[in-house]
């Protein structure tokens, strides 16, 4: 099955940028819609932000957006989550994962497969 490797996570002040990476060396992920997810310690599994097949439109959670931005870079086979203006509370285990259909339609876990390691952001001065 399809295996995802998330990665870029680290330490980083309040206010600051980290770039994740979402990547596959077995499949070509431009095929796939891609959703992104975090946990924070003692909370639930949130989706952050997900993007269509083929370049189509992306969706953010409402407490990412105008912070966030995900995008694809296929010759590189990977997607990006973008994260600025970072706050404390994106501190979490970041994901990502494969829609079972080509096209967002919200953050469901049930509807994500081949979910990635995860990698930890943590936001603290």
Request: hydrophobic share 30%; net charge positive.
């Amino acid at each position: 099955q399809l295996q995802l490797v998330a990665s870029g996570g680290g330490l980083v002040q309040p206010g600051g940028s980290l770039r994740l990476s979402c990547a596959s060396s077995r499949f070509t992920l431009d095929y796939y819609a891609i959703g992104w997810f975090r946990r924070a310690p003692g909370k639930e599994r949130e989706g952050v932000s997900c993007i269509s097949s083929s370049n189509g439109g992306p969706a953010y959670a409402d407490s990412v957006k105008g912070r966030f931005t995900i995008s694809r870079d296929n010759a590189k086979n990977t997607v990006y989550l973008q994260m600025n203006s970072l706050k404390p509370e994106d501190t979490g285990v970041y994901f990502c994962a494969v829609h079972k259909i080509r096209y967002c339609s919200g953050y469901d876990p049930d509807d994500f497969h081949s979910w990635g390691q995860g990698t930890q952001v943590t936001v603290s001065s």
